[in-house]
């Protein structure tokens, strides 16, 4: 074993935030290109990368005078930055409000209980500035509790601050400086961005891989510019992907989104306990399995690190509970992936339409394949989809009949998913909005009906 030195004694359980340890990982790294480091953020006190900047927050608030003494805490949280809170404020003697989405572990609100803070339940499913989303509920508290503060953690760059002056440095020295690769998940955007900050200073050639969920707008806007809320439906992993843009988020620092499904990450994180002994959060699962969908682009020489945000005691009852895995697929072997599907008697064959052909030209290839829908490629990527209403539609607008151009008419893209992703994955992706599905296999790209999906999850 290596001989460690003696910590000295702390004067508080802040006084213990940061440098954790980086972890190289084996097993699961064996057919991934290069070195695999983990920087294990769970050896922070409230066992998450957030303490880093929950403190902040507080710190840089109680200096410019927004959080007095005696004052409220209130923040919208997933749970870890609400637990990083939470210590400031029984050392620092504040009371603390959190209000989550219902989506979040029972074990984050019981943890935040614990330590004092009130919690506020607040429904997943609507919009961010829906007077009953946890946003909103933060800030009507906010206005309404005197002597509060509302950190904000979304768009109040302590947050990326605090990683550009603590997170950022200790990779650097922790690697000696060879680090090629960051792989991180992205939620409000700080750890990414203030450790991309910090190492592209000290090396521009640095990549920053940033992890995101099917259901989240940032990879869209990455490489867009374009906000589309057509993006945004619902999904189970917590802590990254977002239905904002968050300040916090610096875009220009951020080399590459790579998103990864519900399933994926959940079993990555399975993996990564049963074969590397570390017991890791949802999104730390969501963080490697981005990189093993990236590992074709590492060089032989890569010294990439992954940034394991927070502890898995906090997901006993959801990822590491073999019948929660169950009730939602990620566990049956009946379960077939999408690729499957695609070679069965779901698939069928992809037929395009541009996005500048007459609607008539749609017309004869519903007849002619005797299929309902149609992805608008306009050569590069999928601009949009046409279905039989949109077309009936265009008919009885009296604009132009059959002659009128299909982009006058379509609405919005097919979801796409990766081949490896369950039919279950395709089913929520597909949500009421879709009737059809891209499928990006090895092979090509394929369209699966929701009809046929569900029929073979049958």
């Known amino acids: 074993m290596m001989n460690r030195e003696i910590p000295p004694v702390y004067g ?37 990368t957030k303490d880093r900047m929950a403190l902040k927050m507080v710190e840089d608030a109680e200096r410019d005078g927004r959080l007095k003494p005696g004052g409220t805490i209130i ?17 620092k003697g504040y009371r603390l409000i959190c209000t989550m989405s219902d989506k979040q572990s029972k074990e984050k609100m019981d943890v935040l209980r614990a330590l004092g803070a009130e919690i506020y339940v607040c429904p997943t499913n609507v919009a961010p500035d829906h007077p009953d989303s946890y946003y909103s509920v933060a800030r009507r508290l906010n206005s309404e509790i005197a002597n509060s503060f509302f950190p904000n953690q979304y768009d109040n760059l302590s947050n990326r601050q605090a ?25 409000t955007g700080g750890t990414i961005s203030g450790v991309a900050q910090y ?68 079993l990555a994180a399975r993996e990564l306990a049963r074969q590397e002994a570390l017991l890791l959060g949802y999104s730390c699962g969501s963080a490697f399995q981005g990189l093993r969908q990236l590992k074709h682009l590492l060089p032989d020489d890569a010294v990439t690190v992954v940034l394991f ?7 006993v009852g959801k990822i590491y509970n073999d019948d929660w895995m169950r009730e939602r697929g990620f566990l049956r072997e009946e379960w077939k ?3 499957e599907a695609v070679h069965g008697r779901a698939a069928r064959p992809l037929v395009t339409i541009g996005p500048e052909e007459p609607i008539n ?58 081949a490896t992703s369950s039919l279950l994955d395709g089913v929520h992706a597909m949500g009421e909005a879709f009737n059809a599905l891209i499928v990006q296999g090895a092979d090509g790209d394929h369209i699966v009906s929701k009809h046929d999906l569900l029929a073979q999850l049958a």
């Open 309 to 315: 945000h927070d502890h898995g005691s906090r997901y």
């Open 163 to 187: 990683h550009y002056e603590t997170t950022g440095p200790e990779i650097w020295e922790q690697t000696g400086g060879r680090i090629t690769h960051f792989v991180v998940g992205v939620g």
């Open 75 to 91: 923040e919208c949280t997933s749970g870890n930055t609400g637990m990083g809170l939470a210590l400031a404020a029984v050392v």
């Open 12 to 48: 508080n359980i802040l006084e213990t935030i940061g440098r954790t340890p980086m972890v190289r990982l084996n097993t699961l790294a064996r057919d991934i290109p290069g070195e695999v480091l983990a920087k294990v953020e769970y050896f922070n006190p409230g066992h998450s």
């Open 199 to 266: 190492l592209k200073k000290k090396n521009p050639n640095i990549q920053i891989w940033g992890v995101d969920t099917y259901g989240s707008v940032f990879k869209k806007y990455h490489e867009t510019g374009e906000f589309d809320p057509k993006e945004i439906y619902g999904y189970i992993t917590e802590g990254i992907g977002e239905d904002i843009l968050p300040k916090n988020v610096d875009f220009s620092l951020i080399d590459r989104f790579e998103k990864v499904t519900d399933r994926d990450g959940a």
């Open 337 to 339: 992936s999408l690729g």
């Open 361 to 418: 030209n749609a017309i004869v290839q519903f007849k002619r394949f005797g299929i309902s829908q149609l992805p608008v490629h306009d050569g590069t990527s999928y601009v949009g989809s046409l279905t039989e209403s949109h077309v009936i539609t265009a008919l009885t607008s009296g604009e132009g009949g059959i002659q009128q151009l299909v982009r006058t008419a379509m609405g919005a893209p097919f979801p796409s998913l990766p």
